[in-house]
């Protein structure tokens, strides 16, 4: 029988399978600067939006990922608002929902009808996955930190932040990891 949460589109029917967060492998320094992911923020009504900056590791004997938002995002409210998201590695014919979803913003469009996915029961949190995700990331954020330009020890960073919105880094413990 096949598990519920599991979605039979994605590739080809191809469901995905619960790993361990130990047993994914990536290439952490390309996966999201030069592939991007969809990070579903919200329980209620959940939100997909392109980031490409963000870490793994292991903090407090726990697997993390740190997620960056801005707080002009949608999405930023949402995380503030329930603590857990999903990060969604999606494969190339996605490319386009992808940029649709770093453009447009959720307050204004639904962008899992504008991009063309869609959303699926999350296995351990209350936020969905992205169906059509090659690998999808389940977390429960720990901690939040507020990036304080005054700490910035190299003044070209502040280059990014022309509006001074400053990024808001979401540290979340790694509770299932779906692949293909």
């Given at each position: 029988?096949?598990?519920p ?6 590739r080809?029917g191809v469901p995905?399978r619960?790993?361990?967060?130990e ?7 390309q ?5 991007w ?8 009504h ?8 963000g870490?793994?590791?292991?903090l407090?004997e ?12 949608h ?8 603590p ?24 204004d469009v ?5 991009a ?5 029961g ?6 969905p996955r992205?169906?059509?995700a090659?690998?999808?990331?389940e977390?429960?954020i720990?901690?939040h930190?507020?990036?304080d ?9 502040d280059?990014h ?5 400053y ?5 979340g413990?790694?509770l299932?990891?779906w692949?293909?």
């Amino acid at each position: 029988m096949t598990d519920p949460r599991e979605p039979q589109g994605g590739r080809r029917g191809v469901p995905l399978r619960r790993i361990e967060p130990e047993e994914w492998t990536t290439r952490p320094f390309q996966v999201l600067h030069e592939q991007w992911a969809l990070l579903v923020g919200g329980d209620e009504h959940p939100n997909p939006m392109t980031i490409s900056w963000g870490g793994f590791g292991t903090l407090w004997e726990l697997p993390i990922v740190t997620i960056f938002v801005r707080p002009v995002r949608h999405t930023w409210g949402l995380l503030n608002a329930s603590p857990f998201f999903t990060v969604n590695f999606m494969p190339e014919p996605f490319h386009r929902a992808l940029e649709l979803c770093g453009e447009v913003s959720g307050r204004d469009v639904d962008k899992w009808a504008a991009a063309g996915i869609h959303p699926l029961g999350g296995g351990t949190v209350p936020v969905p996955r992205v169906a059509e995700a090659r690998t999808a990331i389940e977390c429960r954020i720990l901690a939040h930190l507020d990036l304080d330009p005054a700490r910035f020890l190299d003044p070209a960073i502040d280059r990014h932040y022309p509006q001074a919105d400053y990024h808001r880094a979401f540290l979340g413990e790694v509770l299932a990891v779906w692949t293909r």
